[in-house]
């Protein structure tokens, strides 16, 4: 019912609106960001990979024109990426976080940052979240650290593996939640860009802890069933 | 895909497996314990009510009774039920678990343990977790208490307004989780019997937070969205 058509691998041609303005990837050289990229830039989003070292950067943005002839994409430094973007995602590790948002926090004011991070930890195979201090959850952290940006959680329920597999479709929901009511429906506009994918709106960013849970649970169950699970969330009334 | 068939509002002829033996649900008389029990008791399956006043057990089931006619039930103070039963669904509220584990610790021993308990608050309409003292969840907790229990936890991301309500199809996904494997399947075997529900494996009891952790986001949801949502695992490989 929710399932779009096949992605094409082919990068679509830029749509002229506020929705495909360029997007940022801080710390996109990782796994899960550099495939939300490649999902964005099959979609025809333009796309800028920031990564610590500029290099890292060039080269993850040359392996997504290599997946998606045609795609129009950029590596940076997370510096330069943030001065360059006003809509980013946040997906470089939990560890890294901290030390990021002291470094940015001006830069992020007013911008749309979209938090993919989740505070793991994997005991005996057991994944676990782990306490973020004074908060509790990455997105709620983010959103404290900084409240002059407009802080949105979202697409933590994904398997990066499954992202970075362009063969693959998409499906399921990605649960958006944020304190800030427009930010939450500029995400969603952004989800609907991705095949496959519908957005639901989950509220206030305290709703992060949730999403985080869920992805820590996920990542059990696809142990479990060598698996690249991710969840729908059936009953709620047609939009 | 793996929608049952509508549900039968009569109680279907208990059929002779050991999936049917009787049911007890402890502290039945609560919504989710009741929308449950009505929902064995229209599959076919013999139910037991618990309270802790033996009159408010008898009413709940003349309510099962009432709205499934032909279904075996039977109502009893907790500890009856508990001494009756090899198989229990503790369905009490959170507050009352610590007691009634204390008391009922000797009597549970050995015995199938399926709790459904969620360590909920509500603060200005945001449904949080509440944390349990000693565990990372009340399925934790159980376990833990009553180590020669065989617990597993389920049913946790299902409305007990739905439940409830018989002419409303079940649908989605009803997660399992616990250290015992054999348990597990047991309770799988029960899922079986409600039609529109799939059961799947979520391995060791410590999953139990995150089901725990769905059913707060679960209920935020609904109240955003008035609905009585649940949820569906996408990706798993076909048993």
Redesign the interface.
Known sequence: MRRGPLLSIAARRPVCSPAVHPLAFVGGTGSQGLGLALRFAAAGVPVMIGSRAAERAAAAAETIRAAVPGAVVRGYENAEAVARSERLFLTLPFAGLGRFLAEAREALAGKLVIDVIVPLVVRNG?F?LTPVEGAASAGELIQQTIPAARVVSGFKNH?AE?LRDLAAPL??DV?LCGDDDAARAEVATLVGLLPGLRA?????I??A???E??T???L??NR??????????????EP
Do not use: Q, W
Not at 200 to 204: E, I, Q, R, T, W
């Open positions: 057991f676990a398997s499954k499906e399921g649960l639901v709106d989950a509220g206030g305290a709703n802890r949730y999403l849970a869920i820590a649970l996920l059990n169950l479990r069933h060598k698996a690249r699970a991710t969840i729908a969330i059936l009953g709620l009334p």
